[in-house]
């Protein structure tokens, strides 16, 4: 699956932006749909998560922030990113996975390019 970011610029501390990430499938034969970031010098972590069964997780850091969501009759998912702070400023990074086999087994995930999220103090 294709995956591609976009919704991401420079926004002051305290603000709001909505990431989208678009697929080349429809959301709902995905698997596992996740956020990421990763910081200047720092490894890449998980933002947020969403199974095909609807759960959602959320990184300590974020929760009650950002708001994961994503249209299953559709081929976008979303990360609403509320009361931003510097600490946020990153790339961000869209992630997916499926079943492959029959027998239920997921194939590796895949990553889109990323987009930008700065957030000035």
Known sequence: VR??????????????????????????????????RQ???KS?????????????TYADSVKGRFTFSRDNAGNTVYLQMNSLKPEDTAVYYCSADYVISVEGAVGPPSWGPGTQVTVSS
Do not use: D, K
């Not at 991401?8 to 429809?26: K, T």
């Open 3 to 36: 995956l591609v970011e976009s919704g991401g610029g420079l926004v002051q501390a305290g603000g709001s932006l909505r990431l989208s990430c678009q697929a080349s499938m429809s959301i709902s034969g995905l698997n596992t749909v996740g956020w990421h």
């Open 39 to 41: 910081a200047p010098g």
């Open 44 to 56: 890449r972590e998980l933002v947020a998560t969403s199974t095909s069964s609807g759960q959602i």
